[in-house]
């Protein structure tokens, strides 16, 4: 274990090399990365060549032994803990509602059109859904965008509602949508002391039907493999209870990773499904790189597609995911220009605070049914096992950073853990 130690473990070392491998591959396809400054509407304005493609299949090459590597060691570690205390099977879990927009698209699908999103959506490598107590509800995107509210009774936000009619009623096909979708939210920030009884969030608490949703790199997995269906790939194979994932030889031989939708979702089985997740990634980005070597060699080398900024009042969705699962952008735009924006990312919908149904949020949940598993007298314990939870969903909070320029004053706070009971 003491390889997993940050700054002088091998293994953390070691992942360091391969992050430093992915982003040479972006580079290829970018100039530059990280922040890279050449994505457009409709593209990238990159110059690509021949060798843009080699130089990134090369590098595939070598995750792909990562990969092989990363998923057996998450296999031996989950299995280790497992068996030596079924108990941690409780450690972070919750009940299996998982929201995902799904990702990768299929360029002879995808035509960027609201009107035909539930086609292209289908047709994504990694299958857009909603599950529900397990089950795969749908895999539309209109169904999932209709589903969205967003809400603030305890977070430092005022109500947006209480200022008269909502903007829009519908989607641009007709489809009812609630005055807390994306589409009709107000950012309105009042900041004040934290109470957890009351507001004490930066985030705000963003439901699927009312149903508090997780999302996450496994998720896209978890979504495509109860749909069982996957967009043409000799490398991958969604099963209706799993992944099967062949990953060339490159220095090492030939692999099939098998990954198994788990029986409970906690925090073992998010860490053994982000290992996995980067196989699952791995085995797209060979059949993308293929199909491109396919395009170069008939001509079709453009990058970009003309883009020409509507004049009109509209509204428009952008469906995508980060590293860390769902990702979505609500615009508003007249006469060229934008009148509203907003942005919900994985961490919105994991770190949400309590709805207003006193529903509480992912993490919430997650560490209410935890078990203290330390072996250790009371006065020593640590509180690893919450950590372990909270962890698992691979925070990532800088959507829910402000800054406060003025005239409070930080004082120390301490609540206790009863505080989620109330």
């Known amino acids: 274990m003491d390889g997993f130690n940050p700054l002088t ?57 990562y990969c092989k590597v990363m998923a057996a060691t998450w296999d031996d570690i989950a299995d280790f803990f497992l068996e030596a205390n079924p108990a941690y099977a409780q450690v972070g879990a919750r009940p299996t509602n998982l929201i995902q927009t799904g990702i990768w698209d299929d360029p002879e699908a995808y035509d960027a059109t609201y009107a035909n999103c539930n086609e292209w959506g289908e047709r994504r490598w990694a299958l857009p859904g909603i599950i529900l107590d397990g089950e795969l509800r749908t895999t539309r995107l209109t169904d999932i965008n209709m589903g969205i509210e967003e809400f603030v009774e305890h977070s430092y936000y005022d109500d947006w509602t209480t200022n008269g009619a909502p903007r829009f009623a519908t989607d641009p096909l007709g489809n009812p949508i609630s005055p807390y979708h994306a589409w009709n939210k107000e950012t309105i920030p009042r900041p004040e002391g934290k109470n957890f009884k009351e507001k004490y969030s930066w985030d705000c608490a963003p439901r699927w039907d009312r149903q508090v ?55 073992l089985e998010r860490n053994r499904g982000r290992a996995y997740a980067m196989a699952f990634t791995a085995a797209i980005g060979m059949n993308c790189i293929l199909k491109a070597f ?3 060699r008939k001509g079709e080398t453009a990058v970009s597609t003309p883009y020409k900024v509507p004049k009109d009042e509209r509204v428009a969705v952008g469906f995508w995911e980060a590293g860390r699962g769902y990702l979505t952008h609500h615009l508003h ?15 919105t919908w994991n770190a949400s605070p309590r ?49 406060d320029t003025g005239k409070g004053v930080i004082v120390r706070e301490v609540n206790s853990c009863g505080c989620t009971l109330e």
């Open 213 to 267: 949703m997780e999302s996450g790199t496994y998720g896209r997995m978890w979504t495509t493999a109860l749909a069982a269906r996957t967009q043409e790939n000799p490398f991958l194979d969604a099963t209706g209870d799993g992944l099967r994932i062949t990953l060339p030889r490159h220095g090492l031989p030939e692999t099939e990773l098998n990954w198994k939708i788990p029986d409970t979702l906690n925090a």
């Open 355 to 403: 709805d207003p149904f006193g529903n509480p949020g992912p993490y919430e949940e997650a560490i209410v049914g935890t078990p203290i598993l330390e072996s250790v007298s009371d006065d020593d314990v640590k509180g690893i096992d919450v950590l372990r939870a909270i962890r698992s969903f691979d925070p990532c909070m800088p959507c829910t950073t402000h800054m």
């Open 294 to 296: 396919e395009y170069w």
């Open 333 to 347: 735009m007249d006469k060229g220009k934008i009148v509203n924006y907003q942005i919900n990312t994985p961490s």
């Open 9 to 65: 473990g091998r293994i953390y070392l070691e992942s360091l090399e391969y992050t430093r491998v992915g982003r040479i591959m972006c580079m290829q396809m970018y100039g530059k990365y990280p922040h890279p400054s050449t994505l457009v509407p409709g593209g990238v304005s990159t110059t690509i060549s021949t060798s843009s493609f080699n130089e990134y299949y090369t590098q595939l090459g070598k995750i792909f032994d």
